[in-house]
Structure formats: C-alpha cells, structure tokens
C-alpha cells in the first residue's frame, strides 16, 4: 500500500513459507506478507464473527454499530465499544487519526473510500497484513511465527481467537508478556462464537493456557537473506527454494565443528537439488553470530584457489577429446614441464598410474601432464563454456599452475559445474528463488560425465571390483581440494539427488597448517549427504557411448592375442566412442613406442648382423616411457627390457639411461657386523652435470647437483633399490642387499 507498505520492509521465507530473515521498516516493524488462503479458516471465522459479523454486507460503516457506539458514549461518558467496522480499522492502520469524534469522522470518510475502490477480499486481506499484533510485529502471520511458532494456516481454535483479540490492546494483551489478560480476552472471543463452533471445540479451547515462546527475529541462511535483500527492488516478501529443515541441518552440523575449529576459521556450505539447479541449504559463514569468524563474509561467492578441484573437469575435457581413456597409462614421477616441476600433496611418487587412480589419489604431476596435452588455454574455455569462469591474477594468463589452484573461483560456481555428472554432462547455475531463469550449459558429453562420477565414486572398474571406492556404498562422487599453503580446503559431493559443496579456512587467506580438504571439509560432507540425502543410489546404465574395454599397458591400445608379449599389463577401462586411444607419445625419448629388435636365434641374446656370425631372429617390444623405467619392479623390467647382449656384440651395452651410479655394483651384498652400526654407503654418478634425483626403493629420497654425490645408511636388512634420475628421464639403477 503506497506510504504504507515501506520497500525497507523485507521478509525472505523457505519454500514452505518458514521466514529466514525479516527485515525491519524504517520504523523497525516486522511484517510477513500472507494471502487470505494461506490463513485458518479458524482465523477468518473468528475474525468475522467476533470485530464485524456484518463485513460482508455493510458499506464500511456500520450504521446501527455506530448509533449504539454513540448511545452508550452519552450514557456512561466514555467508549464502551468503538462501533469500528474492520474496514474502519484498516483506515485507521492505514492513516492513524485521534480517537475523538474529529477522528472518527475521517476513519469513516476513508471506510467509504477503501469499500468503492476495493474489494471485500482486498479489504481483508489488508487487516490481516496490517492489523498491530504486539511490539513490533504487525500482520497475523508476523503474530504467529513469533508468538507461537507457526503458521497462521495452523492454527487452533484458541490460537485464531487469541490473534483475533490481540489488535484490539496490542500492548496490553500480549501473551509473552501478559498471558492472564490474554487468555481472559481470547476466552471472551471463544465464548462469542457459540453457534459458529461446536461446544466440544469451544470448550477445548477453553482449557488451552495462552502460551507464547520468547519474541525473537528469524535467522536462517542470514547472508543469502542479505544477498536477496539487496535485489529485492521493492517487494515485501521473496520467496526462496530453501529447504527450512535442511538448513537447519545444516547449520546445526557446522556448528557442532565450531569447537575443533581455530579462530577466524569460517566455513560455507552449498546444497543444490540437481533435478531443478534450486539451492535447499546456503551456509555463507561458519556463525553468524561470531565475528571472530568473519561471520559477515559471505564465502559461498568469495573467489578462492579451488585446489585440485578441477581434476575431474580435466580428465573429462580429456576423455571429450580422445586424449584418454579411464585407464590410460600416466607417469607419477619426478618431472619437469618446462621448467615447471609440480610435486604431490605427499611428496611422493607412485611410478605407472592409470587416469582412475590418479584421479582417485589426486595426483598433480599425472594432472599435469594431461593439461600439458589438452593446453591450459582450451582447458580454461571449456570450463568457461560449460559456465564455470576463472578467476586470474591482473596480467595472468592460463598455465600448467591452473589444475593445482592457480586461478580462483567460487563454492557457488564450483557446485553448479558439479552438478554436471549428475546431469548428463549438463552444468547449470544454482536457482534461489523462483524468479530465477534455469541457466545451463554443456559442461562435458553425457558419456565423459557418466565416467569421470563413476571414477569419483568407485574408482571404475577395477576400484568396483575390490569395492574400495570412496562412495561405491553410498552412490556419492566426491572430489577433495587443498590450495597452496592450507588456505583452502574443498569437498565436493555429488549423489543423485544432491551436489553438496563444503569449504572451510580463513576469509582473510591466512594459512591453516595441516587442514587440507580430505581431512577436514570431507567428513562434514559425508555428515552432510548422511543428514539431508537417504535415499539408495540409483542403477546407472552407461550411455551408449561408454563401454568396457581390456587395454594393456605399456601401449595403451586394446588388448589383442595376436600381441599377447607386447602385453605386459592387461586392465579394464571404460573407453568411450569405441576409442582406446594409446598411451601419450615419450617426452624424453624419439623413437616409436612399439619397436623391432634382432635376438639370436638360439640363445634369444641381443645381437646384430655386424657383430654377430649366428642366425638371427626379429622380435617386437613395448616400450614404456622413459621417465617411468626406474618405477618397473623386476618382473616388468624383464619383459620390458630387451634382453643382454650377446658377448661378441657387448661393445653396444650401455646404461638404460645414459647415467651411470659408481660406488655399488647390481647385486652387492652388505653385511652388518654383530654390535657394529648400520653400514653406510657413498655414491656417484656419472654421465650428468646438473641436478638428479636420488631415489629409495621408488621414494624420493633427495635432489642435489649431480656432483655432490647420494649417501645412504642402511638400517633395516633387506633389498634396496638405489636409482639417479635426472630431469630428461635418464637414469641408472643399482640393487643391493644388506644381510
């Protein structure tokens, strides 16, 4: 209503009309818009039947209501009753006036008004919007939230008749704070509506105390009321898809963490339905009450280094592309991409490592190393296309960095991308009210997506197979992030009905040693999918796209028996349009992967006709890539390697790498004296002048110039592996045995 009805007077409400927040008008007034339909008829009943059983009829002024109002003023010489139709009231809200005769005249010139320009309906509709209920509330939704904590559309009997009474002494008769001159007045309303209500319902009513909980305001999702509000261009009431239940899940699990939490820790929460993109849970900080906590940084939209949460976008570019397939062949070793040379988050190798599981483990330097094929640049615009925009420092432009955190984004964006391998592929921006339009946009093809959500969730095939996959029981695909320095921790969690995306850390980027997302942002996703999602997960069935495959490493191709010896590990991967693209080319080394050497015929030695005088025979080998020869456990090395040279051709032998380690020989055997310490080794290496990595039994162990040789104390007996490796994949490699 014009000069009534202030735009400064905001509520948001959860789907099912619970109020998040209400905002006060300029004069600190809560009102909480309602239609005459969403009020009890109880309500509606007593309403009428109490303040103007002749609504329906009258003009808006009552005149039989007024002559009685006026005969019994001359007799007693004060109001016994006002005479005040309810169309007389909504004047008087609308435009207060004196209670003298003055100001009655001008509330029945402004009844007579309203009743030629609205309907009944309107008229009514304004009372139960505008009528004082106590304080600072107005309307008899306002009422009954706040003093009774629920709807006006629940209400009961004694409940309709308290909150028809309570405009008419708002101060007075307010039940949280006068509950005996509430009940007396709401009693005597009761008893007006004999013959409208049943005596058993009356009588019942009767016996109800008038209680009332503590008057305090709304505060669910406080800084997603804030954001609307800031939209709200004038309307009194936004309707939100915010699941009221679930919020409170949610801010109740967040709460439990608060105490293992530092200070100036915050945390946010997103949950998006995926079916319709609408938001059911937004948690922008940790509490909003703490301001410790930065509780007034919205963190659902700051934009942070996602971590390694663009890995699976990656991998399913990557797949798109014909780059991979779940079980191509990567290389988790120390390597350099241009001088940048990423390491993992446990500063260790794995050696051969298929896309499943460096996926699954969140390995960097596989990552890496597939970004390095498909290129930054595209990888960046194919996010941007699928609607996940990054984020550059000024004068930044994508590199190999940007898979490991090098560029920022947001929960809000991260969670709408996410909801792509829900989706078929289809991304889409998360919806809060329904005034917003569906946003989507094709993220990745139907089939990448159904891969990549099952690598998350099983680990694929071979992962399913030993029913070790993080979500296999649950039907959740989840990813985890940790940008650099522990400034940001990630977990994101997609099921069939739900993507749920968590970020704990500090707004203002100070480090939290020793948070990463696996350890802390996880477990309260998983809280999270447990509280607001039971339902069993769905049988999926892969678009017929995807299909399973037998390949085999080193090659990467199907597996054929006509090439049983070039096949020297078999695995099951999901391939997708009957592609099985082979493993990438060898960074290190020319030459092709599958090549042709020349064996005597007899002893199976390599030789060649120049120095040789016995029959010789062709065979065919798989070569793995070069960076990965010092990872192969012995009984690959044997049917990777060509076999020794013949003794006449033995001019040819050379180191696998070009490098070669002096100071042990292959096969040495140390023995540790009775009561003697640990033996200790001193080695070189020839054949290199820069930096080389001295490597344990496949763990890294050091990395110093070539020149500064590598000691190792052997303390524990067994075998020890003890490789060099420099950064073009040449290397040597000595086993000992310590007795």
């Known amino acids: 209503m014009p000069g009534r009805d202030s735009a400064r007077a905001v509520l948001i409400v959860a789907r099912d009309g619970t109020p998040l927040r209400a905002f006060p008008d300029r004069n600190h007034i809560w009102r909480h818009p309602v239609r005459l339909d969403e009020v009890s008829p109880l309500y509606l009943q007593a309403l009428l039947g109490y303040e103007d059983r002749y609504f329906r009829w009258h003009p808006g002024v009552n005149p039989v209501a007024l002559v009685r109002a006026a005969g019994q003023w001359a007799s007693n010489g004060h109001i016994v009753s006002g005479g005040s139709t309810l169309t007389m009231q909504v004047a008087r809200v609308l435009e207060p006036t004196p209670r003298t005769v003055a100001g009655k005249l001008r509330q029945l010139l402004r009844a007579l008004q309203l009743e030629a320009r609205l309907s009944k309906d309107e008229i009514l509709d304004l009372y139960i919007n505008y009528a004082p209920m106590g304080g600072v509330l107005e309307g008899v939704e306002a009422a009954s939230r706040a003093y009774l904590g629920k709807p006006a559309r629940r209400l009961s009997h004694a409940e309709a008749a308290l909150l028809v009474v309570l405009p008419q002494a708002p101060s007075l008769l307010r039940p949280d704070r006068h509950a005996t001159e509430a009940r007396t007045a709401r009693d005597k309303v009761l008893r007006r509506m004999d013959g409208r209500w049943s005596p058993n319902d009356i009588a019942d009513a009767l016996q109800e105390p008038a209680y009332a909980q503590t008057l305090r305001p709304p505060l669910l999702a406080p800084l997603l009321a804030e954001r609307l509000k800031r939209l709200a261009a004038g309307q009194a009431r936004i309707d939100t898809f915010i699941d009221a239940q679930a919020q409170q899940n949610v801010e109740l699990l967040m709460a439990d963490r608060l105490g293992a939490l530092p200070v100036r820790v915050s945390m946010a929460v997103l949950v998006v339905d995926n079916a319709t993109l609408e938001v059911r849970a937004y948690a922008g900080s940790a509490d909003f009450a703490d301001k410790e906590r930065f509780s007034h940084v919205d963190m659902v939209r700051a934009i942070r280094s996602p971590g390694s949460t663009l890995k699976p976008f990656l991998y399913g570019f990557a797949l798109d592309e014909g780059l991979i397939h779940s079980e191509s062949l990567l290389a988790d070793v120390p390597q350099s991409f241009s001088g940048y040379q990423p390491g993992n988050f446990q500063q260790s190798f794995h050696g051969p490592v298929s896309v499943s599981e460096a996926l699954t483990k969140s390995l960097n330097v596989p990552a890496v190393e597939v970004l390095e094929r498909l290129d930054p640049v595209r990888f960046v615009s194919l996010l941007r296309r699928g609607g996940l925009r990054l984020d550059f420092p000024k004068g930044g432009e994508p590199n190999l960095a940007v898979i490991l955190g090098g560029a920022g984004t947001s929960l809000e964006q991260l969670v709408g991308a996410y909801t792509a391998f829900a989706r078929q592929g289809v991304a889409g921006k998360p919806r809060y009210t329904p005034a917003d339009p569906l946003e989507e946009q094709r993220m990745l093809s139907a089939g990448a997506a159904f891969i990549v959500r099952d690598l998350l969730e099983s680990g694929g095939p071979v992962g399913r197979a030993v029913e070790s996959g993080a979500g296999i029981r649950r039907g959740i695909a989840w990813k985890t992030g940790t940008s650099f320095g522990f400034r940001d921790a990630w977990s994101i969690g997609v099921s069939d009905r739900l993507t749920i995306g968590v970020w704990i850390g500090r707004p203002d980027g100070t480090p939290n040693p020793g948070f990463f997302g696996a350890n802390i942002a996880a477990p309260l996703m998983v809280d999270l999918f447990n509280a607001l999602d039971n339902n069993a997960p769905a049988h999926r069935v892969p678009p017929p796209t995807v299909r399973q495959e037998r390949i085999c490493w080193p090659l990467g191709s199907r597996a054929d ?173 000595v086993s000992l045995s310590v007795r």
Do not use: M
């Not at 960076?627 to 390697?641: D, N, S, T, Y």
């Open 561 to 733: 028996p006509a090439d049983a010896p070039l096949c020297h590990q078999a695995r099951l991967a999901w391939i997708l349009n009957d592609g099985t693209p082979p493993t990438f080319p060898d960074r290190l080394r020319d030459g092709q992967a599958r090549y042709e050497i020349q064996v005597d015929a007899k002893t199976g030695r390599r030789a060649r006709a120049d120095c040789h005088s016995g029959a010789l025979k062709a065979i065919e080998i798989a070569r793995w890539p070069a960076v990965l020869e010092p990872w192969l456990g012995e009984e690959l090395r044997q049917r990777a390697f060509p076999p020794e040279w013949a003794a006449d051709c033995s001019q040819y032998a050379r180191p696998d790498g070009g490098l070669k380690i002096v100071g042990a020989a292959d096969g040495d055997i140390l023995r540790r004296p009775t009561g003697a310490d640990a033996p200790r080794l001193h080695l070189e290496v020839r054949g290199q002048g820069g930096e080389v990595v001295w490597l344990v039994n496949g763990r890294p162990s050091t990395r110093r110039a070539a020149s500064a040789g590598f000691d190792q104390r052997f303390v524990q007996p067994g075998r020890y592996d003890i490789t060099v490796l420099d950064d073009f994949g040449h290397y040597d490699r």
